[in-house]
């Protein structure tokens, strides 16, 4: 089994910045994949940035894009969400995605709440 443990949300103000990071633990995994998606309340579930293996690749949703940033540190098995120039439409809670082996992980989320 695989655990994801995300941290770092809070209630911050518009402009403010935050830095999400989500640490996987449990059975070794195999180049995983790992994303972030977010949740706003009464909306469904939506994509926000991903990251290959070797952190080579990344993905954006063109909200965030120029704003976010996802990174990952493979020797603490752990990926990160660094959110700069937050916007009150960035109020979710945000969750930690992982793939590997065409299995998929979700952590139990962080609540990011931006105030106008």
């Known amino acids: 089994q695989v655990q994801l443990e995300e941290s770092g949300g809070g209630l911050v103000q518009a402009g403010d910045s935050l830095r999400l990071s989500c640490a996987a633990s449990?059975?070794?995994?195999?180049?995983?994949?790992m994303a972030w998606f977010r949740q706003a309340a009464g909306k469904e579930r939506d994509f926000v940035a991903a990251?290959?293996?070797?952190?080579?690749?990344?993905d954006y949703s063109e909200s965030v894009k120029g704003r976010f940033t996802i990174s990952r540190d493979n020797t603490k098995n752990t990926v990160y969400l660094q959110m700069n120039s937050l916007k009150p439409e960035d109020t979710a809670v945000y969750y930690c995605?992982?793939?590997?082996?065409?299995?998929?992980?979700w952590g139990q989320g962080t609540r990011v709440t931006v105030s106008s």
């Open positions: 990251i290959n293996w070797s952190g080579s690749d990344t």
């Open positions: 449990g059975r070794a995994l195999s180049s995983p994949a």
């Open positions: 995605y992982v793939k590997s082996d065409s299995m998929e992980y």
